[in-house]
């Protein structure tokens, strides 16, 4: 398959971008590496500077990609509060760029992670499972 990796110089975006490598995939990896540098994009992957706000720019119509692993976005939960705009701006506005760039180009196959830090249940209670406010095995209802 033709994989596009979203995110694909960070840490679980380089990884998987070497495993589908090994595999025998094609793989094509964006990212902006504004938390990363491109000597972490492994070998044999075809590597495009790119913020994923301009995802449409690779995942063309005629790109020929069939399915793309979304890695891309902000992580630090701490810096999330203090700069929520930008953080839904990366990871929510980056997100829906992809989707409508899927959508274009017709690819219907995608992997995303969350981070689950970032939920949060309001009603958290005394649950042993709940620290700091925060659950991390259920979604926010
Ligand atoms: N690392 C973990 O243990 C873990 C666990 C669960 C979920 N996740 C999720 O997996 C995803 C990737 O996590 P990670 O640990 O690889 O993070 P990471 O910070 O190592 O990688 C994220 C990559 O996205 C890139 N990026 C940031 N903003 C961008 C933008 N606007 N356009 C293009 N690229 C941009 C960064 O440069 C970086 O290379 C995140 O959604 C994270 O929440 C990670």
């Given at each position: 398959m033709?994989?596009?990796v979203t995110g694909g110089a960070g840490y679980i975006g380089?990884?998987?971008s070497a495993m589908l490598v090994d595999a025998g995939h094609s793989v094509v990896a964006i990212d902006d590496l504004s938390t990363s540098d491109a000597?972490?994009?492994p070998a044999g992957v075809e590597f495009i500077r790119c913020d994923i706000s301009q995802v449409a720019t690779v995942l063309?119509?005629?790109?020929?990609?069939d399915a793309v692993l979304h890695f891309a976005g902000l992580i630090a939960a701490g810096e999330s509060v203090q700069k929520p705009g930008l953080y839904w701006?990366?990871?929510t506005g980056g997100s829906l760029s992809l989707l409508v760039a899927m959508?274009?180009?017709g690819v219907r196959k995608i992997v995303f992670l969350v981070l689950r830090r970032g939920l949060r249940q309001p009603d958290a209670?005394?649950?042993p499972g709940i620290r700091d406010g925060r659950r991390a095995d259920q979604p926010v209802r």
């Open positions: 033709k994989i596009l380089s990884i998987v000597s972490g994009v063309t119509p005629d790109s020929g990609f701006h990366v990871n959508r274009a180009a209670g005394a649950d």
